[in-house]
Every structure is written in C-alpha cells, then in structure tokens.
C-alpha cells in the first residue's frame, strides 16, 4: 500500500506544482529536428503551429512515441487525459472523448462513434470498433477534444483523433529496424520487429515501405470449473475440461505499409498510400472476480480475425495562391470472431427457473425430443467497407482573411452476421435451413454522409482573430435483413409440438410473404392469407424481416436528415509568448434504425461545445503550459435501452451537462532534463431523468416504468481525474547518450453504467496508478533499451461489462497487462 500512495503522490505533486485542477492539452517535445520547439499540426486543415492553433489539441510526435513504445490504441490512449475507453479484446474498443459516453454503444446496428478516427486525411471510424492502427513510423497522433462537427463531421461529435504517417522524402535514403523481446510477469514471452525504408526514386518521387510483426503474451488463465442447467432435478452438469488453458489470451499482429509521393511539379504533388493489417487473438482478455486473480471460466472458445486494408490517394496542389487538396480512400475490414456465450445460458436459466429453466422455455430439444445443453456460443463475422472523399480549398495562410472551404461525401456499410449456436439442436426448433441455430442476425447496414463545410478567420486587430465555420449536411441511414429465430409454416403456429423456439415476434414469422403481409403478426393475432415467404434480401438469410414492403418489393429501412453545426472563435494573442481564445462550437451524431421493425428510428444527437482556453510558452521558451476549461451541453442523446425480451431498442434519451478542466505543461529544467505532464477533471452528469423504458417527459411513471438512473446521476466510463507525467533524463556517456525514463499515470474510479442498479451490479471501475521505467543507451546509429512497464503489477482496470443483459451478477473486468520486462534494440542506417 506504501508503494502506490507514494505513486499517486508523486503524481499529484509534478500536475499540482503547475496545473493544479487543471486538464489536458499536451504540446510535448519540441519537433525532431532540434529543440526550438515548434510542433507543427494540421488540426486545421492547414500547417500551423501547436502554440497557434485556438482548440484543445494534443500532440504525439515520432520521438516521444518512440521514447514511451507507443505500438498501439491503448498505448497512446494513457497520454491523453481526455481520451476514454470502452474494451473487450483487441480490435472491440469504442472511444469517448471528454466524458461523452452514455455506454451500451457497441451493438452493431447501434449508434454512430461520438469520436472520429483519422488516418492521415481519411476517416476511418468504423462502428464495430475502433481500428487499432499500429503505431510505428507515424509523424504524429493528434487528440482534438471537443465538438469539431465544422471541419470533420459526423462521428466527431466529442472530438477527433488523428494518426499521421511520416511520407516519402526525396531528399535521401534512410532505414530502421527495431526488435524487442518481453516476458509478462505471471504470463507468457512476446516480442516485436519492425522496420521501414524510404527510398527516393528520383529528384522528383521517393516510396516509403514500413512493415511489422507483434506477438503479445497472455496472462489470463481458463481454469477448470463447472456449470448446472435446469430442470432440476435430473438436470445438467457441464465442464470446461477441454479448454482449460494457461495464459490462453495471446495475440498476433502483422502487417505493412506503402506510400508513393510523386512530385509532377513544384506546386503539384501525388501520394497513394495502401495499409494492410491483421490481428489474431484468442481467450477472452477480462478476468472473471469470482474465479480469481487473472483467471476465468470459459466453455466454448474465444478467438477474433481483425484484418484491414485500406487504399488512400492525396493530390495536393496550388491553383493561383490557393492550395487545393484531394482525399480518397477506400476501407474494406473483415472481422471473425467466436465467443463463449455460456454466462448468457447461466443468467436466463435463472430467469426462466418457473418454466424449467432456459432449456425449458426455449424448447432446447434434439431431434429425438431430449432435452439438451442449452449452453451457447456465436460466430460473428462483420464486413465492413468505406468509401471516403473530400475536396478542400484554402487562401493563402498569411493574409488577413483567409479561408477553408469543402465538399465531403461517405459510405460505409457493415454485412452483420451472428450465428448464436446450439450444438445437436432439433432442426424444427433451429433457423430455416440452419440446423443448430437458435437465433440469427443477418443484415446490411449503409450509412451516408453528405456535407460542404466551410471556416473563415479575420484578423479584427494585429492580435485579435475572429474565427467562423459552418458545416451543412445531410445524412442517409438503412437497414434490411433478418433477425431473430425460426419459424416452420407448413407446420402452423402452435407450440405444440415444438415449432422454433415458441416466438412470434422475430425471426421467420414475422418476415414478409408474396402478399406483402407478415407471416404472423402476434400483436393482432393473425397470420398471413399467403405462406410462401419473398426470397432473403440479404443472401444467406431464411427470408426477410427488416425492412419496408414498397410497391411489391423489400427496400431497407431508412432515416435521413440535414442539419448545420457551427464554430465561433476568438482569438487574442498579445505577444508570441501567450495565447487566449474562446470557443462556441457544436458538434452532432446521425441517427439510425432500430433493428426491431415495429421501434421507430433514432434521431440525431447534439453537443453544444462553451470554452475558455489560453496557450503560454514562458522562461525563453523552457517552460511550455497550455489549460482550457469548458462546459458542454448534450442534447437527447443516443441511448440503448433494454426493452421486451432483453432486446436492445436506441431512443433519444434525457440531457447531459459535463463540465471539465484540462492542461499540460512541457518544462526544461535543465539540460538534458524534461518533464511533460497533462491532466483532466471531467464533472458529467444527466439533467433529467433516465428511466428504464423510454418516456420523453423524463418521468418515468407510466405502469412498468421505473427510473433507472435520477437526474444528476454521473455519465459513465470516464474517471473524474485522468492524467500523467513523463520524467526524461539525457546525458552523454563515453561515445553515446543514456537516457532515464519514468512514466506514471493515474486515473481515478468510474461508473461501468449509467444505470444505477447494473452499475452497482458490476461494481465500480476502480482507480489506479501504473508506473514504467527504462534504461537505454543511444550511440552512432544504434539504440538499446531495459524496460520495466507497470512495474508495481498493478491490476488497473480498463472496463468492467457483462456478456449480456442479465449477466450483471457475473462482471467481466479488462485489466492492464502485467508487470512487463523487455529489452529493445534498435539500429538506422
């Protein structure tokens, strides 16, 4: 206990000396190419310096990521206090930035991202996740907080991040290798390699290739235990035997990529880029509190397939004195992934104990009429593709006016597939034609985005700058397929004998006939003239559900909507040391359909963005400190209610208020010496009531309604203090340079949900306080480093969640790896 107290108090002290209550906006380290100071971003669609751009930004370059390893999402995420995450594997992390989280958002035909994910000039948020990009040859990450609806649109409601690969230089060849080898305490061995060249073509053109290979360790053990199932008694008894497995949570990562630039003259350049990633996982990376310290029961197997591909083009060029940039690009994402569902089987069994338990309820018969196994598990694929352009013109960044102008257009679809599986059960009660299969969800989900966007900066005074923006857009939003169980019409709709799994308000009897009708619809209690079903729209599926009978034909199900959001900004810079600016900004996030038919869709939510900031660089350019504090209003936003039978619905839900402070300061004491440290305090709370079923006047007292959560209840997901500092310490020894590293990073305890009693469930994300070190030696061209990463084995939790909607009494917690200690070596040439 001694030992954290005194991490936590280290912590404290470094933040309190010079951002006492304050947040973040890290500006770190000086640009690579001396120590002037300068860290150019692009934030603004335009070159500028970090100290001269009016928002909350913060900066990674190439050196600090390479000097704190930075491989990847959640590497980086630590360094940015206002960045939070929801998790369950690698690859299933959704982003919240700021304290914009209501949770519950991960489901597939749910909400939009509230936080854009950039690479490079191209989007490539997607809603199955976010794409964890590795991180290695990238020039920086911006972490943009705030509503940046003007200049990014859609899904950047809370804020943006971007990840801007180094491009090909002309002016000469270079090379890099690094390797490292790592062993996790109370885990396996893992490891890296990497690499990149540049390697010009001619005067005018240079390719840049970068390539790597990551092996991460497991620590969470699957451990033998036992499940029983009604009816009791005779009921039964299940083990896990055949998957007990230590350290079983390992991963694989590998991929590379490739840019050309190719300069056609002094004002016009080209760069087509290509990225390929695949990332392999199996086991679960969540330890279950009721089994043990790192350990879990699992009874099926766990194991995901992320692999990406992304092609990009960028045209630059001048036209006059105007720059004019193009930005296209193509995302296609393929995601496999088998899971254990056998805590969902424990929870529903319980629930229906009056019926003889879920095998009971759900018929969970074979073909012989024995009851069976009524444990699950899913095979889940998502195919997602994205098409991206963007056509933008800006004035000459000198002049008094100047100007950023757009044209923004989107697609992205997702193939949702989820096969919840039975093994041996009865082929009456499983899907159509999919024996074995107890429920299916097979759709097509394709979401447009249209929009033309524009800001304009005046200088009022030499000191004073008036900034506005406006972005007008338009989305359009569907949905069709199949969701639900089977349904056999030749042999009627009685539930004897068994006929699917004893509903009619999904799946096949509710799909549509050659009549245009529903085969059954229960709430008249009638059924259709004509039994012969209209082919699946979305090949694969039994037939059709989800969508809307026009003129003979099934379309999707759609919602469309335009809109404005805005920007206004002021500017004061007295001197070239100190910046003040304040910002009225808002950001949105499109709705969407409800994958049960009969539950009208989702409209838009909105963030309304109030901001007081200042950027200061003091003591000849030694100290750097930069703070803003603001208060944003969210209206009406997304939230996935529980509705009939444990069925996710998405309504507009109450109001938020979230106010927070955030900075960072940057300090050279001395030479050699630099200490960087940023921090956040989030204060996010509900305005109104949320209650347990949707009710728009926040009351919660029709019959059956109760509220889930009071008015005044805290946002859940982010901690109300995030921060960390980093201590560097450089000095030369004999041909070389040692250097001395430490990192600490606190954050504070949070909410797992925003509902009072699942929240309670789940117990709290508890805070914590992870601390590295390391040791290296850089001499001529070549680099050595020890490390020791969370060196006190500290359990940080990252989540905590169910694996359903009954499933509260049995939390999953995502921890941070363990004590981890590795070597690096590194050579350029």
Not at 106 to 132: A, K, M
Not at 594 to 610: C, E, G, Q, V, W
Not at 667 to 689: C, E, M, V
Not at 696 to 713: E, K, L, R, V
């Amino acid at each position: 206990m001694s030992v954290r107290f005194s991490c936590r108090a280290l912590l404290l002290a470094s933040l309190s000396s010079s951002v006492l209550a304050s947040t973040p906006l890290l500006a770190q380290e000086a640009a690579d190419t001396g120590n002037d100071d300068e860290i150019v971003v692009t934030a603004q669609k335009r070159e500028e310096n970090l100290q001269d751009v009016p928002i909350s930004i913060q900066a990674l370059g190439t050196r600090k990521l390479d000097q704190l390893n930075v491989a990847n999402f959640q590497d980086f995420s630590k360094l940015l206090p206002s960045v939070s995450f929801q998790s369950s594997q690698p690859g299933v992390t959704t982003v919240y930035m700021r304290g914009v989280a209501s949770g519950g958002d991960g489901n597939h035909s749910g909400s939009l991202p509230s936080v854009g994910v950039y690479l490079d000039e191209q989007p490539v948020t997607t809603i199955g996740g976010t794409l964890d990009v590795h991180v290695y040859d990238i020039a920086r990450i911006e972490s943009l907080a705030g509503p940046q609806g003007t200049l990014y649109g859609a899904s950047s409601q809370a804020g943006t991040i971007r990840i801007i690969t180094n491009k090909p230089d002309t002016s000469g060849f270079e090379g890099r290798v690094d390797g490292e080898l790592n062993t996790v305490k109370s885990g396996g061995m893992g490891g890296r390699l990497e690499g990149m060249i540049n390697a010009p073509i001619s005067e005018m053109a240079a390719v840049r290739i970068v390539g790597w290979y990551q092996k991460d360790a497991g620590y969470i053990d699957n451990v033998p235990g036992t499940r029983s199932f009604l009816p009791d008694p005779g009921g039964i008894t299940v083990d896990n035997d055949d998957f007990v497995k230590k350290n079983f949570n390992d991963a694989e990562i590998y991929g590379g990529r490739a840019a050309l630039k190719v300069d056609l003259d002094d004002n016009w350049t080209v760069t087509p880029t290509v990225l390929y990633q695949k990332q392999k996982s199996n086991g679960t990376f969540a330890q279950d509190p009721r089994v043990g310290d790192l350990q879990t029961q699992r009874f099926y197997p766990d194991k995901r397939t992320d692999k990406f591909i992304q092609a990009a083009l960028t045209i630059e060029g001048k036209i006059g004195n105007f720059d004019l940039t193009y930005a296209g690009a193509y995302l296609d994402r393929k995601a496999y992934q088998i899971n254990d569902y056998t805590d969902y089987s424990e929870a529903y069994d319980a629930l229906y104990a009056d019926y003889g338990g879920l095998a009971g309820y759900f018929y969970i018969q074979d073909n012989a009429g024995n009851t069976i196994d009524p444990r699950q598990f899913i095979i889940g694929t998502d195919h997602f593709r994205k098409l991206s352009q963007e056509l933008r013109i800006s004035s000459p960044q000198d002049e008094r006016f100047r100007v950023v102008a757009g044209l923004f257009y989107q697609r992205q679809s997702n193939r949702i597939f989820q096969d919840y599986k039975i093994p041996g059960l009865a082929d009456d009660l499983s899907v159509n034609g999919r024996p074995g299969t107890l429920w299916l969800t097979l759709q097509k989900r394709v979401d447009r985005d249209y929009a033309a966007f524009g800001e304009a900066s005046f200088d009022i005074t030499p000191t004073v700058t008036l900034t506005g923006g406006g972005r007008y857009y338009k989305f359009d939003n569907s949905l069709i397929g199949f969701f639900g169980f089977g349904r056999n019409p030749g042999n009627g709709f009685e539930d004897s004998p068994p006929n699917a799994a004893g509903s009619n308000r999904t799946g096949v009897a509710q799909c549509y006939t050659t009549a245009g009708e529903r085969l059954y619809d229960r709430d008249t209690d009638t059924y259709s003239s004509s039994r012969e079903l209209l082919p699946a729209v979305v090949p694969g599926g039994p037939c059709t559900n989800l969508a809307d009978y026009v003129d003979g034909k099934l379309v999707p199900k759609r919602t469309k909507d335009t809109g404005f959001t805005h920007r206004l900004n002021l500017t004061w810079k007295p001197n070239d040391d100190l910046m003040v600016y304040g910002t009225w900004s808002r950001g949105f996030r499109p709705g969407g359909i409800n994958r049960r038919s009969t539950i009208a869709p989702y409209a838009a939510d909105f963030l309304t963005n109030y901001e007081i900031g200042f950027k200061s660089t003091l003591a000849d350019g030694l100290v750097r400190f930069n703070a803003a504090i603001y208060q944003q209003e969210w209206k009406r936003f997304q939230f996935s209610f529980l509705g009939e039978n444990s069925f996710t619905e998405i309504h507009n839900g109450p109001n938020a208020r979230i106010r927070g402070v955030e900075a960072d300061v940057n300090i050279r004491p001395t030479q050699g010496l630099t200490i960087t440290a940023a921090a956040s305090y989030t204060d996010a709370k509900t305005k109104n009531n949320l209650c347990d079923i949707d009710d728009p006047t926040y009351q919660c007292t029709d019959a059956g309604n109760s509220i889930a959560a009071p008015a005044g209840t805290r946002l859940p997901v982010t901690p109300k203090f995030n921060g960390n500092a980093t201590v560097r310490y450089a000095f030369p020894v004999g041909p070389g340079e040692l250097h001395l590293q430490s990192v600490i990073a606190h954050r504070s305890s949070a909410t797992p949900d925003i509902r009072v009693a699942t929240a309670n469930a789940l117990g709290r994300i508890k805070g914590s306080t992870t601390v590295d070190f390391a040791v290296g030696f850089d001499w001529s061209m070549y680099s050595f480093e020890l490390f020791l990463q969370n060196a006190f084995d500290e359990r940080a939790e990252l989540a905590r969640y169910s694996n359903c909607g009954q499933c509260d009494g049995r939390p999953q917690v995502l921890v941070s790896t363990p004590q981890t200690f590795g070597a690096r070596l590194g050579a350029k040439f």
